[in-house]
């Protein structure tokens, strides 16, 4: 008799410590809008798997495919506390801060040498600052290289865009686009594909990866690579809402950050490889491929100097200040 109460109190003390196990095990949902195999996907499984790795009762559960938020509407939920980690395009967020505009702006980068730069200097620091005021903070840094791809032509030079409807991902991208004679349709790059199918779209600008993952080789017949005269580059960071973050145990807080540290180092060796993929897998589908001259691309930055850096500088309180402390960075 004994015996057997002594082996019920020692299973009901199992139970109790395997329930209390289980409660103390806490999971958050991290959200973006890329396939699995993407390489911001990549960055927040390598959270996930850090995290889990550290054994401090913590979980990343991730939605791909924009499963669980649309693209657009997770900067939103971040803020809210809807959403605890997202792999965002910060400057689909403009319309609600329009400084975020500078993260996709022309020319403003135009290789992964100065990305990796920016990430320390005194501009990063302000965009940061809007991101942490907004109740938001930065788990991992990361710049994509972009291209331009066409079904009607190849676009290099600013009037081999004209007439042709494009889409660009942010408002002063596509105020260049505008100046130079094209038409804007805005969505997220995950309708890219669709839109050029149907006609909706001639043309589009998007990131390396996105036109792998999204496949918009099947739609185009023409890619203008980055090469050394990347037009387009934008943040696309790893974002956590601090609600959730200061939710989390000390221990759970350091194992986080160490995470988001490893994906930054990880998304820093895939960077300049995501071009040449794009490049091989465009010329391997039988697409054209061609890269911007340096005066090409001077041309673009003289229309990009009217349009967009203007608008930015008269629209954005300390906008121009800002611009200046971006290409100030060597």
């Not at 465009?282 to 041309?299: H, L, P």
Request: glycine share 6%; with cysteine; aromatic share 8%.
């Amino acid at each position: 008799m004994l015996t057997k109460l002594l082996h019920g109190v020692g299973v009901a003390a199992f139970l109790t410590g395997s329930m209390a196990a289980a409660q103390a095990q806490t999971t958050l949902r991290a959200s973006h809008q890329w396939p699995p195999g993407d390489v911001r996907h990549e960055m927040v499984q390598t959270i996930a798997d850090e995290v889990a790795a550290a054994d401090v009762g913590l979980e990343v559960q991730i939605y791909p495919a924009a499963s669980l938020f649309e693209p657009r509407e997770q900067w939103g939920a971040l803020v809210e506390g809807q959403l605890d980690i997202s792999a965002f395009p910060l400057d689909y967020a403009s319309g609600r801060q329009p400084i975020f505009s500078a993260t996709l702006m022309p020319g403003l980068v135009r290789n992964h040498d100065r990305a990796e730069r920016l990430n320390d200097s005194a501009f990063m620091d302000e965009i940061k600052q809007v991101i942490d005021e907004a109740g938001v903070m930065v788990l991992a840094d990361s710049w994509l290289a972009g291209a331009f791809a066409s079904k009607v032509n190849c676009i290099t030079s600013p009037e081999t865009i004209d007439g042709q409807v494009t889409r660009a991902a942010g408002p002063m991208f596509e105020q260049m686009l505008a100046g130079a004679g094209a038409s804007i349709a805005s969505m997220p790059s995950s309708e890219i594909y669709t839109a050029m199918q149907t006609g909706v779209l001639d043309a589009a600008n998007t990131s390396s990866g996105s036109f792998v993952s999204y496949r918009i080789y099947e739609q185009a017949t023409c890619l203008t690579a980055p090469g050394d005269n990347a037009l387009w580059f934008m943040y696309e960071p790893i974002l956590m809402s601090k609600q959730s973050f200061e939710e989390l145990t000390p221990e759970q807080q350091e194992a986080l950050l160490a995470a988001g540290q490893a994906a930054e180092e990880f998304f820093a060796t895939q960077a300049r490889d995501l071009d040449q993929e794009l490049v091989e897998t465009f010329e391997n589908a039988g697409v054209e491929v061609v890269t911007m001259s340096a005066d090409d691309y001077q041309a673009w930055l003289d229309i990009a100097q009217e349009t967009s850096y203007a608008t930015f500088a008269e629209e954005v309180e300390g906008g121009a200040e800002l611009i200046d402390k971006a290409l100030a960075v060597e």
